[in-house]
């Protein structure tokens, strides 16, 4: 894996004390020195951490110039002083490069309701801002500072060639799949050297956003303090993407975003099988969305595929409550290109080989074919075994 | 347990060939001599089984003469055939005991996409009508007959004293809840020897059920087949009940709905804890039973019970996207009567102490408190762990 480093930005990623093990990064900097232009996505969760209250304000800017990131407390449910505590890590982060307080961003994942330990940030971001770099190393090292449980690192480049200049795209997420003791708390920050205007910048990436980081899901559970930040830092070329360079922008960071998005259920150490859910032949995309998420969240349908079952009604029965309106005399179903069901009706299959093919793979694939329409949406999750439950028995005791 | 059985009720559970074990009871028929008032409340998956298809078309009733339920097969997803199969097995139940194959209705329970055996089935209900008796024997035949993964029956019974004359109320239900490799397939059969109008019997059925079979949750996997039937034989007092008689009525059926329902969640081989989760403060009932069922689908919640771990962000946060408006500033939580969480900040407890209550009892309480109205709800769910997954992850092959 070889990641360019978008021109203009600086990362670092320390070990600040939050978590108990020394080997680990925790607290992650990155540094737009001239500023970048800033969009974000957030949980739609009515109980949001204080660094998501913060970045939402504060986003779409023409002027970001530190986003700091802690790992090991979500600093979540923690009131007015959780607000306070957030506020100023972006003025410790702002401080440490230079900047102002509103030209920082804030990030943070880990327990929830635990008071952030200050004086460890504050040692750590004046740690972290000796450290930026601007070599992949530096990058990685940022990309290990935002990890809770996950195995390792989750990160993807682009580069593409837009009117004559070279632009790079780089992205870092975190997200514990399988295992997700904090609620799976996702996290992500794409960089770029693109020039886009905030406007452009909150579009694109919402419109990435919608096709893959709300595309997957681990075990339904909402989290406090799911965040997506996109920084643009114009150093690679001047003039703001438009027309079909800013399409080609929106392509490749189409891809990027799922190839991040994907590595979240793919995570864990319980998940067996990455599982894709492809629905099909729905009068919108929403409904197909919906009709996937439905089945990607049952437990049912992810213990048959950990087990290598073809359960088929299960899936069926999981679109059937999904609360979309369709025919069920209309549905076909197939798990990795075998077909199963077919017109509302079972259909004779080798119940042994398609069992097989799960077992034998990583991936499974899962089409579901609706006669409504031609809206079709990809959606990605992972199987559900014991592993899984015994990890999340006993976390925070 | 003593059930006193309604007058005007015999029943029968017999082993018809459906199920392997020739020890387990698989077909149950239920017959009302003289005609059963009869209502009805169905699943509302779009994909439902064929006999939901037959009974849903015939209830509300006034003459109701029989009931046949096979375990072992769903009759789902079985298409044209499977609706044919559905009204042969109540003519088949009429048949044997003398009546028309619209006086009959047919339950449904086990495996997705299989044809039934209607020779066995016709056999069975023709040995069934053989050995239909009054009493707490047959009775408990039947409620055998219903089950599948189940630890064992599930009944209730209720006497009342309604203006001089002794009412009796019986009920039967399955669903194999933790454990739910059929979709915790729910079916249940109340009968009762008042007299109802057809209208009243569905009112109160209606009303009974809201509060009971739709406050459980295993997993959140809506079946094909869920069934809730009540039959009034009128045997024990001609007048058709009504004031302050109708709503003594309804009270006992309620709690005996409760009872029953209580039953799903808390059987299963995986089933550690019965989680009761009570929701308050709401503006509706609607938003106390969405937040309440939205705790109870989270696997965070569940699994955090299973291992004694009072998690109380998981539950805040699965409260947080329910989809209900609430202020987070005014929400409380306790767990077993032990305070965590009060106008949505963190409380200092004794964590040792909450998770050695957890794991004391079989029973854990929590109780969320919203500062939204007065509106609150019980509900009822099972906890998430080890055992649950490995049942689950190979059921057809």
Known sequence: MT????????????????????GKEDLTLVHCEHGAV?????????VHAAPVVVDRGRTPSSDIRAVIVNSGNANACTGERGLADAREMTRLA?????????????MSTGVIGQFLPM???AAGAAAAAKQLGTNETAFL??????LTTDKGVKVAGRT????GAAIRIAGMCKGAGMIGPKMATMLCVVTTDATLTPEAAQTVLSVAVEDSFNCISVEGHMSTNDTVLLLASGEA???PLSGKDLAAFQSALNELCVELARQIPDDGEGASHLITIEVRGCNTRDDARRIARTIADSALVKTAIAGGDPNWGRIVSAAGYAGVEFNPAGVDLAINGCSLYERGAPVAFDAKTVSASIKASRE????????????????WTSDLNAEYVRFNADYTT
């Open 3 to 22: 990641i360019s480093v978008p021109l203009g930005f600086r990362f670092a990623g320390v070990h600040a004390g939050i978590k108990k093990n020394p």
């Open 38 to 46: 800033a969009a974000g996505t957030y949980t739609t969760n009515l």
């Open 94 to 106: 702002a401080e440490a490069v230079g900047a102002k307080e509103n030209q920082a961003l804030v």
């Open 119 to 121: 004086d460890k940030i």
């Open 141 to 146: 090292a940022a990309a290990r500072g935002i």
């Open 160 to 163: 593409l060639e837009l009117d």
């Open 237 to 239: 070329k001047k003039e």
């Open 364 to 379: 499974t694939m899962v089409v579901l074919s609706l006669r409504e329409g031609t809206a079709a949406i990809r959606f």
